[in-house]
Nanobody, 125 residues
Framework: QVQPVESGGGVVQTGGSLRLSCAAS????????VAWFRQAPGKEREFVAA????????YYGDSVKGRFTISRDTAKNTAYLQMDSLQPSDTAVYYC??????????????????WGQGTQVTVSS
């Protein structure tokens, strides 16, 4: 079973950028869909972005469209989440997940069986 391992979180000012990384441990992401979710205190886990490792169309949550970009480096077996124009509302723990969902379930956290430990992103105003 592949284990996602996130890194790159931190504190950034409003309007700033941050790039999160998700490395595959104990296996490869080949054949998986890699997704990012986030969870703020007192709120439900929210879908952020997803993309099939083999390529194809990326999917984004409505609140991050046009600001966040999901990408991957197959040689490094690592996925990335580039976050631009960050707002205080983006403050959350960000999780990387791997799974094999069908397209209609791509945005559902229950579709992913392999989760990282999460990395904190804090956007200061």
């Amino acid at each position: 079973q592949v284990q996602p391992v996130e890194s790159g979180g931190g504190v950034v000012q409003t309007g700033g950028s941050l790039r999160l990384s998700c490395a595959a441990s104990g296996g490869t992401f080949s054949g998986y869909t890699v997704a990012w979710f986030r969870q703020a205190p007192g709120k439900e886990r929210e879908f952020v972005a997803a993309r099939r490792w083999g390529g194809g169309y990326p999917y984004y949550g409505d609140s991050v469209k046009g600001r966040f970009t999901i990408s991957r480096d197959t040689a490094k077996n690592t996925a990335y989440l580039q976050m631009d124009s960050l707002q205080p509302s983006d403050t959350a723990v960000y999780y990387c997940a791997a799974g094999r969902p069908i397209v209609s379930s791509m945005k559902m956290s229950s579709s992913y069986g392999n989760w990282g430990q999460g990395t904190q992103v804090t956007v200061s105003s």
